[in-house]
């Protein structure tokens, strides 16, 4: 059906590519900001004219990244361990990139890079009782352990091609190694390893630098604005509409808006926007100091993990299922096809997951479960009694667009001319910013590399798979924990959480 799915496994060259006069890129995240940089850098793209239209205006300081986007704050894990070869092969690329640290121009310098060990830890005891439905063309569901063994063996073979690499990978079989490599007294779980070879990046200081890049082609225009809806015309999308009533228009439309993507493009089926749990809690010079010296942990037995902290500001998240928030917005996304576009006016909208944040929602607060949760991995992984009941200084929800394997969705799209979308990140693309635009417009330009065909490919969806309720995503790759399909409003009406 899908013709993007049935390219896929012709050769490229059986579908000549001829760039576009004109690119608008929809979104300054990880792929917006990414491709509009490696755009701009190709020869094939000499002649084409970039836009970038982001709501958040980089030139206005402490705006950009937008204050309740993704990719904010201080610290994101940087690792190449993963149950998946092909990330991390790609993750091993972007390593490389992260490490330079000669020049403050360099990616890495500049404390945006910090390579502290990341500690992997899963549990034998079986996972809750999984509530998604038994999902037809889905891959068998991976519990955390078996993530955590299949990323091992991926990091060991990457590691064996460097003696100093592969000093620096050791298996934890048991509680007691685990605790040792932690170093701050907490442990448990039954197996693990340490990777001193990843690590973390400051988020927000590298999205900077990012942006700072894509300036020094001289080739991008940034627009700040909001994006409402796409422009077309027959079957082609030919622009955006912004909220004040600005069109801009374009040969080929990227929408790259992460979490929001869907409240554009009609993305049932493919992704869906999740709610992720961060709690913030400030600590002391002393504190910093000792937990300065902390890897990363991660349990992929509940998601839970603890990122070393940064001016006196540690970090709880939770990498889960995460909550839906369904709402019936006033303007519909773009129809799956042009056909079904003659028909919208007559259907009852179909809800669809959209990010609810503190920027348009002040006294938005994380569910007191989740909460509680994360306050559970603080006191195992990092016991210390003063920090087991001091009050989170910070919440907030961090939107993913979850697709269901965690594969991102970068791909034409299959109704539509002149529409393509880079999405679906599913929470684990930001480490992959100095490589991923660069795999981006290799499928632009019709060639998408042969290790992700298939798997960034706009997906064949049916009505069963689906269940047509345009939220029914749950991401079985094996790296969440928690409950599938927690709608936000119900977690939220059992009892706000305070921060105090
Ligand atoms: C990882 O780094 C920590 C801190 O430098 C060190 O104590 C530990 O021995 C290292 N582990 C491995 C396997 O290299
Ligand atoms: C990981 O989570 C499991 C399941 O809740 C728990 O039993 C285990 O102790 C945790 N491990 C660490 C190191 O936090």
Redesign the pocket.
């Known amino acids: 059906m899908a013709a993007a799915s049935s390219s896929s496994s012709s050769l490229p060259s059986s579908r000549p590519f001829s760039p576009p006069s004109s690119i608008l890129i929809i979104g300054s995240g990880v792929f917006g900001l990414s491709t509009a940089l490696a755009l701009a850098r190709r020869d094939a793209f000499s002649q084409c004219s970039i836009t970038v239209v982001d709501r958040s205006d980089p030139s206005q300081p402490g705006t950009f990244p937008s204050p309740d986007a993704a990719s904010i704050d201080t610290s994101r894990i940087i690792r190449a361990d993963y149950a998946d070869p092909a990330y991390t092969a790609l993750g091993d690329e972007a390593q490389v990139q992260w490490r330079k640290q000669e020049t403050p121009a360099d990616l890495g310098a500049q404390g945006r890079y910090h390579e502290a060990g990341l500690?992997l830890?899963?549990?034998l005891?079986p996972p809750a009782p999984s509530a998604a439905p038994a999902s037809g063309g889905l891959k068998p569901k991976l519990t955390?352990l078996d993530y955590a063994r299949m990323s091992w063996a991926n990091v060991v073979s990457l590691a064996s091609k460097d003696p100093a690499l592969a000093a620096r990978v050791r298996e934890l079989p048991n509680?007691d190694a685990?605790r040792e490599a932690?170093g701050t007294g907490?442990?448990?779980?039954?197996w693990?390893y340490i990777n001193n070879n990843s690590g973390w990046g400051n988020a927000g200081a590298a999205m900077a630098w990012s942006f700072d890049q894509v300036q020094q082609t001289g080739r991008v225009d940034f627009v700040p604005g909001t994006v409402v809806s796409l422009e077309r015309a027959e079957d082609t999308v030919t622009g955006a509409k912004l909220s004040d009533g600005r069109v801009l228009s374009a040969d080929l439309v990227i929408v790259a808006a992460g979490a929001w993507t869907g409240g554009l493009v009609d993305l049932a089926g493919q992704a869906v926007a999740t709610g992720q749990v961060l709690a913030y809690m400030d600590i002391t010079e002393a504190e910093q100091e000792e937990l300065g010296k902390m890897p990363v942990?991660l349990?992929?037995?509940?998601g839970?993990f603890i990122i070393p902290p940064t001016d006196r500001v540690l970090k709880i998240g939770q990498h889960a299922y995460g909550y839906l928030n369904p709402v019936t917005p006033s303007n519909p996304p773009l129809p799956l096809s042009p056909t079904s576009a003659t028909t919208t006016q007559t259907q009852t909208p179909t809800p669809i997951s959209l990010p609810l944040t503190a920027l348009t929602d002040p006294d938005l607060n994380i569910p007191a479960r989740a909460a509680a949760d994360l306050r559970?991995?603080l006191r195992?992984?990092i016991p210390w009694p003063a920090l087991h009941d001091r009050p989170f200084s910070k919440t907030r929800l961090c939107w993913y667009s979850d697709t269901a394997d965690a594969d991102f969705l970068v791909d034409y799209h299959p109704h539509w001319r002149g529409l393509f979308v880079a999405t679906g990140d599913s929470g684990h693309a930001f480490k992959f910013l100095p490589v991923v635009g660069d795999r981006v417009v290799d499928c632009i330009m019709r060639d998408c590399p042969v290790q992700f065909r298939g798997k960034w490919d706009w997906k064949v969806t049916t009505e069963s798979t689906w269940a047509g309720t345009g939220v029914a995503a749950f991401t079985e790759d094996g790296t969440r924990?928690g409950t599938p399909g927690l709608v936000l409003a119900e977690a939220l009406g059992e009892r706000a959480v305070p921060l105090q």
């Open positions: 500690l830890v899963g549990d005891a955390g509680p685990i932690l907490g442990s448990s779980g039954s693990g942990i349990n992929l037995s509940t839970l559970g991995a195992e992984m924990g």
